[in-house]
């Protein structure tokens, strides 16, 4: 009896964290299917059917503010910024933002700002923990307490049982958590909110110095308090485009309290990081992700099944 209960704990246990782990997954397709939703709401109600949803549209309505605002931690990636007579990380392809770090979860002694990619780290983790432990008392009985060929019999098929279930959840595990990087590695996604965060902060700020760029950005409304509320048309991102080349050319930065090098650097690419390719890519590489939903039901079905078996 004391068996039978230990394995049920095991197997609920087993159960309990496959369907924790599949959470961000099911979560980061809703969020998906829900901007969606609203991208196609913005473009039916605009004049302008070839547009993408961008010009003339507060950007907290747009489907590229909306979702990077899930996939990142908008208050964070202060972190990735670079500050004046420090040195950026090497192979650094910007001026104004540090290198995407996409291979650790911990990065300077703080989680990474990719936000699924720590979810889904922090949930699936349990199971991992959990099958290894597990495995490794199996192989610790067998070594040392199989006094008999039933009981010799019985734990080396459950073993391998187990280890199979085993090696297939650490491989899944792994190639999940690199296709998740791809969404932030491999899209826009990393880019605009970077560039999304640097004109926040210059609004929040209200420096006296950056009145040029305030102009613009207060163009359709006077009460911005934050980048959402900003709304872009041609004019005003041209201009923007241009206080950027006067900026660069003069090799200046743009006034802010912490240091940071602000250049508007990837303002010259706001809208294409807003076109229907850029979107695209992003939900391509999202539902690359996502259909592994599927697969999760081979490790919620294994614990089923065992667990009626055991019942």
Not at 27 to 55: Q, W
Not at 271 to 288: H, T, V
Request: negative net charge.
């Amino acid at each position: 009896m004391f068996v039978n209960t230990e394995a049920i704990i095991v197997v609920l246990l087993v159960l309990l964290f496959a369907i924790l782990s599949l959470l961000p997954i099911v979560e980061l397709r809703y969020n998906l299917n829900l901007n969606e939703t609203i991208h196609d709401m913005n473009k039916y109600c605009s004049y302008n059917k070839n547009e993408n949803g961008f010009y003339d549209l507060r950007i907290k309505n747009t489907f590229m503010w909306n979702m990077t605002n899930y996939l990142f931690d908008f208050e964070r990636i202060t972190n990735n910024f670079k500050k004046e007579g420090k040195y950026g990380t090497f192979g650094d392809i910007f001026k104004d933002i540090k290198n995407l770090n996409r291979d650790s979860s911990i990065v300077d002694g703080k989680f990474n700002i990719m936000e699924v990619y720590n979810k889904y780290l922090h949930y699936g983790i349990p199971l991992l923990i959990l099958l290894w432990l597990y495995f490794t008392t199996h192989i610790i009985y067998i070594k040392f307490y199989c006094d008999t060929f039933e009981r010799y019999e019985y734990s080396i098929y459950s073993t391998s049982y187990l280890f199979i279930y085993l090696a297939l959840y650490t491989i899944f595990f792994l190639i999940l958590l690199n296709k998740i990087t791809k969404i932030y590695a491999d899209t826009n996604c990393y880019k605009y909110i970077m560039l999304m965060k640097e004109l926040d902060i210059i609004i929040k700020e209200q420096n006296p110095e950056n009145t040029d760029i305030l102009k613009e950005l207060k163009a359709y409304n006077n009460n911005v308090t934050s980048i959402g509320d900003v709304t872009f048309d041609r004019n005003v991102l041209n201009n923007l485009i241009n206080i950027h080349k006067k900026i660069d050319k003069e090799n200046k930065i743009i006034a802010n309290s912490k240091n940071y090098i602000f250049t508007l650097e990837n303002i010259i690419d706001l809208y294409d990081y807003n076109n229907k390719e850029s979107l695209d890519k992003i939900y391509d590489e999202i539902i690359d992700v996502v259909r592994f939903i599927y697969v999760y039901l081979i490790f919620i079905i294994a614990p089923l099944v065992l667990l009626t078996l055991i019942l």
